[in-house]
Nanobody, 128 residues
């Protein structure tokens, strides 16, 4: 069983930056696709970024490409989402998720239902 805990959310003005963290309580061995999702009020949860941690491949939604960067600290068993040039439309609850590497390499990283393990979420609010 993998437990994921997000942190780093908060309130920031447009143009600012935040770094979200997703710490896994146990080894994510075999769950090599680590994804970040977000859900704004009244909207569906959407995939933002993902990383195939074994192949060191990153995937991004078009809406965040060039502004967000996903990375991983193997020693700390933590995945990060560095968010820069934030916009009000980035306001949402952000979740990290984990599943097998195949979910990333097959191009399904952005599909919510592909992930078995989820964190509780962390709120990001960007004001204009």
């Amino acid at each position: 069983q993998v437990q994921l805990v997000e942190s780093g959310g908060g309130s920031v003005q447009a143009g600012g930056s935040l770094r979200l963290s997703c710490a896994a309580s146990t080894s994510t061995y075999g769950r090599n696709c680590m994804g970040w999702f977000r859900q704004a009020p009244g909207k569906e949860r959407e995939g933002v970024a993902a990383m195939h941690t074994s192949l060191s491949l990153q995937y991004y939604a078009d809406s965040v490409k060039g502004r967000f960067t996903i990375s991983r600290d193997n020693i700390k068993n933590t995945v990060y989402l560095q968010m820069s040039s934030l916009k009000p439309e980035d306001t949402a609850t952000y979740y990290c998720a984990a599943d097998s590497g195949l979910k990333c390499s097959s191009g399904r990283w952005y599909r919510e239902h592909e992930y078995a393990y989820w964190g509780q979420g962390t709120q990001v609010t960007v004001s204009a």
